[in-house]
T-cell receptor, first 116, second 114 residues
Framework: DTAVSQTPKYLVTQMGNDKSIKCEQN?????MYWYKQDSKKFLKIMFS???????INETVPNRFSPKSPDKAHLNLHINSLELGDSAVYFC???????????????FGPGTRLTVT | EDKVVQSPLSLVVHEGDTVTLNCSYE??????LLWYKQEKKAPTFLFML????IEKKSGRLSSILDKKELFSILNITATQTGDSAIYLC??????????????FGKGTHLIIQP
């Protein structure tokens, strides 16, 4: 009954390859995100999707593309992987309770990507 | 650009001590401030604060927000070794067009020594 799940947990691949990371949430949240955590543990947002619409793209290279088949899924595709892409990638989902001025965001377990 | 600054960046204390972690922010259209605890894996949600002066409490952890001075503190009393983690502060700002992601601080690495 995991709320936000990601696969795979670990991904080791060579430079130049194309890879995907999958994310699914069963919380009924309406927005999903991808974050990158670098070697210094700094978390930075990459994308968010709300109702299949991209809202944020924080100067991420266009080798990265999020794909959302439905509200419960947001997959991350990465083309032509580079050494600098090595990091932990976290998926998250959120819901705004506008009437209560409340917001919650929960994270997936992370995918450790190593590019060799 | 939205900014979140946490201090200290690292802190080593003994079990039983009380610690206070700080988070200051500069954002446009502030909506909420969130605290997360990160051990080896994903950050886990601790608190969300939207109103000034109202303390949120969960066991030995408590947090309060000061919207006038633009900061929040996270207190942990009677610390235990299991409290050792990175504590992340994040701020949500509204762009007016819908949901935004969170802006994170660099975190406070807390180490509790037995």
């Amino acid at each position: 009954d995991t709320a936000v799940s990601q696969t795979p947990k670990y991904l080791v691949t060579q430079m130049g390859n194309d890879k995907s990371i999958k994310c699914e949430q069963n919380l009924g949240h309406d927005t999903m995100y991808w974050y990158k955590q670098d070697s210094k543990k700094f978390l930075k947002i990459m994308f968010s999707y709300n109702n299949k619409e991209l809202i944020i793209n924080e100067t991420v290279p266009n080798r990265f593309s999020p794909k959302s088949p439905d509200k419960a899924h947001l997959n991350l595709h990465i083309n032509s992987l580079e050494l600098g892409d090595s990091a932990v990638y976290f998926c998250a989902s959120s819901k705004i309770f506008a009437w209560a001025h409340k917001y919650e965001q929960y994270f997936g377990p992370g995918t450790r990507l190593t590019v060799t | 650009e939205d900014k979140v600054v946490q201090s200290p960046l690292s802190l080593v204390v003994h079990e039983g001590d009380t610690v206070t972690l700080n988070c200051s922010y500069e954002v446009t259209n502030f909506r909420s401030l969130l605290w997360y605890k990160q051990e080896k894996k994903a950050p886990t949600f601790l608190f969300m604060l939207t109103s000034s002066g109202i303390e949120k409490k969960s066991g030995r952890l408590s947090s309060i927000l000061d919207k006038k001075e633009l900061f929040s503190i996270l207190n942990i009393t009677a610390t235990q070794t299991g409290d050792s983690a990175i504590y992340l502060c994040a701020v949500e700002a509204s762009s007016g067009g819908g949901a935004d992601g969170l802006t994170f601080g660099k975190g406070t690495h807390l180490i509790i020594q037995p």
